[in-house]
């Protein structure tokens, strides 16, 4: 059994294989995850815009693109706009698909917490003379991101989860390096090393989260 | 042509979408299967595990935490990467449904574990204490006192992180189930056109923009009183 799914020497042949999958992988999240904030803080700042021109566009672009599937946006950019004429490759389309989708995500959140700062606070500031702008980046967004940080744990989680989509549009990640090793070497210890791995590397932040959801859930009765 | 007609040609042509339309249809049906099954088997394991944990057995408690945090940290693509190319390896061949269908009920269980056990613990311990001392035994109080309790709070995160791990769905076509996207794609690479792809999107969004207008109510409705 060890042989098969923990083969010390299929470890030590593939590991160069796997280590360049890693390092894409955790490229790839410094990238998307960033990509995804700056959507989501984009979409909030629009709803925190209270006309009904604004708010329900948005919503209906929020509601949009958390329908699908990431895998099914990042398909039909990856496979369907090659017929428009329009090859972007496996990368561009992976980060097209990411900011679209968790953007929507990290929209939300940054949205529950925008409201969660009472409008008193904004007046308050608005009265001293701060512009609108101001009165935004000084007092509600610092607040704000303080009262949602584990959800937006949560998201970067299931974000850098996501990035083994990548795998499916030949982007070499973690799970597609090991995939290619699998096939090499006619064994599955890759993969089970790619798990492992995953599992080393967000662990923490797990741990981390349950601990703040625990406090959060229980606070609110 | 004008651009507009090659346009609509190439992404909503009526004879493909005619043609492959019953393909897409079956997909979808083995969407929902998946996803009711999904659904089912992972909140109801889910459940079990918590309750397991208000046992408060030490080793045991550390079992579950352990198999909750793996579940919660492993992409759900690799672990169904791993049951269906790995597994046969070890002369257990799973088909590409059992995977995917496996792998998400493992994923979802581990998620709502931690929702419900967050309910359980919730509910203040002086409640436990006056049920027991008015005489109830352990299970009636866990069943009769605080999981109605315990349950109502749990329902906003439980529909989000439900709605979000049934769309993984979507990657049963990974291991060659014909659901939605597996339909759509093989339909487009037979015929050179990606209208199926299209049908299939909007069939996506058929099935869950329903569900996530709905979940968007329900939040509001049990929202967190502050």
């Known amino acids: 059994m060890i042989q098969t799914f923990f083969n010390v020497e299929i470890i030590a042949a593939s590991w160069p294989i796997v280590v360049a999958g890693l390092l894409n992988t955790v490229l790839l999240s410094l990238i998307v995850v960033p990509l995804g904030l700056f959507g989501g803080l984009i979409l909030a700042l629009l709803a925190s815009v209270r006309h009904p021109a604004v708010r329900w566009p948005l919503m209906v672009w929020v509601d949009f693109f958390r329908a699908f599937p990431p895998l099914v946006l990042l398909i039909l950019l990856f496979a369907g706009l090659p017929f428009a004429g329009l090859d972007l490759g496996g990368f561009a389309c992976v980060a097209i698909a990411f900011f679209l989708n968790t953007g929507s995500y990290y929209g939300e959140i940054f949205r529950a917490g925008i409201e969660s700062v009472p409008a008193g606070q904004v007046e308050a500031g608005r009265s001293t003379g701060l512009s609108r702008l101001q009165a935004m980046r000084y007092i509600v967004l610092p607040q704000a991101v303080r009262n949602v940080l584990p959800d937006l744990l949560s998201n970067t989680l299931e974000v850098v989860k996501l990035t083994s989509l990548g795998s499916v549009v030949a982007v070499p990640e973690l799970l597609y390096q090991a995939r290619q090793a699998q096939s090499l070497t006619y064994n599955p210890t890759p993969i089970v090393v790619a798990a492992v791995i995953y599992f080393l590397m967000l662990w923490p932040l797990v741990r981390l989260l349950s601990r703040l959801e625990n406090r959060a859930l229980a606070g609110r009765r | ?226």
């Open chain 2, 1 to 226: 042509m004008t651009t507009w007609d090659r346009f609509v040609d190439t992404f909503f042509n009526g004879k493909v979408m005619l043609k492959y339309l019953p393909d897409i249809l079956w997909g979808v049906v083995v969407t929902i299967e998946l996803a009711v099954l999904i659904v089912l088997s992972g909140l109801a394991a889910g459940l079990a595990l918590a309750l397991l944990r208000s046992l408060a057995i030490r080793p045991l408690n550390w079992l579950i935490i352990f198999i909750v945090d793996l579940f919660r940290s492993l992409p759900p693509l690799v672990i169904i990467v791993l049951m269906y190319f790995g597994l046969p390896y070890a002369e257990v061949s799973p088909s590409g449904f059992v995977s995917t269908w496996l792998s998400l009920a493992f994923v979802l269980m581990a998620f709502s574990e931690e929702i419900f056990w967050a309910g359980i613990t919730s509910v203040h311990k002086g409640q436990w204490e006056a049920s027991r001392s008015t005489g109830l035994s352990f299970g009636q109080t866990l069943m009769n006192v605080v999981l109605p309790q315990a349950l109502r709070l749990t329902i906003p995160p439980l529909t989000n992180r439900t709605i979000a791990i049934t769309k993984g769905t979507a990657l049963g076509t990974v291991v060659a189930v014909s659901e939605i996207l597996g339909a759509a794609s093989s339909a487009m690479s037979n015929s050179y056109n990606p209208s199926p792809l299209m049908m299939g999107a909007a069939a996506y969004l058929v099935l869950f923009l329903p569900v996530v207008i709905l979940a968007r109510r329900l939040e509001r409705r049990f929202a967190w009183k502050k």
